[in-house]
């Protein structure tokens, strides 16, 4: 056992404290858990209690950052994991706040995987959204069912040819290309070119 000497707000993280057991240093903590665990000067204090407000602090910390990280927008489970990871958490501490903030619906992959696809797929194709979600971390097998479920893209293929060609003049192998590097397919970008009257162009230049 230890008497704790003095408490220290830190001075670049002013939601943490030093606290000081018998004159000398002994751990940081979220000042929230301390004051929770009833820390005082002059408290009497083992290390294994002590440790325990560690690995508590560490948590609290971790969960106020993945809080913060999410309210931004809508995050894979993969995004804060790699998050937590590049902030110096552990894996144990980070899988407890994935678990925390799924059950809180803060993280859903089904659900973000729908709201990106349905907000993207106006001006991206299906190659285009399935190569983003997989960089994000989402879930192969969902993904492709949500993409198997939006159905050709026609429109949004012939409203991406017409805005190109609002700046660039027409030819045939730069739209398609331009078409291509949007994620769309085939079968798409050729629906899209004919539907703005240029079925007569020669495709098999391509």
């Known amino acids: ?3 704790i000497t003095d408490i220290r707000p830190q001075q670049r993280a002013k939601s943490r404290v030093n606290i000081y057991v018998d004159g000398e240093y ?5 000042a929230l858990t301390a004051k929770a665990g009833g820390l005082e000067i002059g ?4 290390r294994e209690r002590l440790a325990e407000l560690e690995a508590e602090s560490e948590r609290e910390s971790a969960l106020r950052r993945a809080f913060s990280y999410v309210s ?3 995050r894979t489970e993969h995004e804060l994991h790699e998050y937590l990871k590049g902030k110096g958490y552990g894996d144990n501490i980070i ?5 925390n903030l799924k059950s809180y619906g803060y ?15 106006g001006v991206r194709g299906k190659r285009r959204l399935r190569h983003d979600l997989g960089m994000l971390g989402a879930e192969e097998s969902t993904v492709n069912a949500v993409l198997d479920e939006l159905g050709d893209q026609r429109e949004a293929a012939a ?8 700046s660039h ?4 192998k730069k739209l398609c290309a331009h078409l291509s590097a949007k994620g769309f397919e085939w079968d798409d970008i050729r629906a899209a070119v004919r539907g703005i009257g240029k079925e007569e162009e020669d495709e098999g230049s391509i």
Do not use: H, W
């Open 169 to 172: 003049s027409y030819d045939y």
């Open 43 to 46: 408290t009497e204090i083992s």
């Open 107 to 121: 993280i859903d992959d089904d659900e973000f995987i729908r709201s990106y696809v349905e907000n993207k797929s």
């Open 26 to 30: 002994a751990a940081a903590l979220e």
């Open 1 to 3: 056992m230890g008497k």
């Open 95 to 99: 899988d407890q706040v994935i678990e």
């Open 159 to 166: 409203k991406a040819a017409e805005k190109y060609l609002r």
């Open 72 to 74: 931004r927008r809508m």
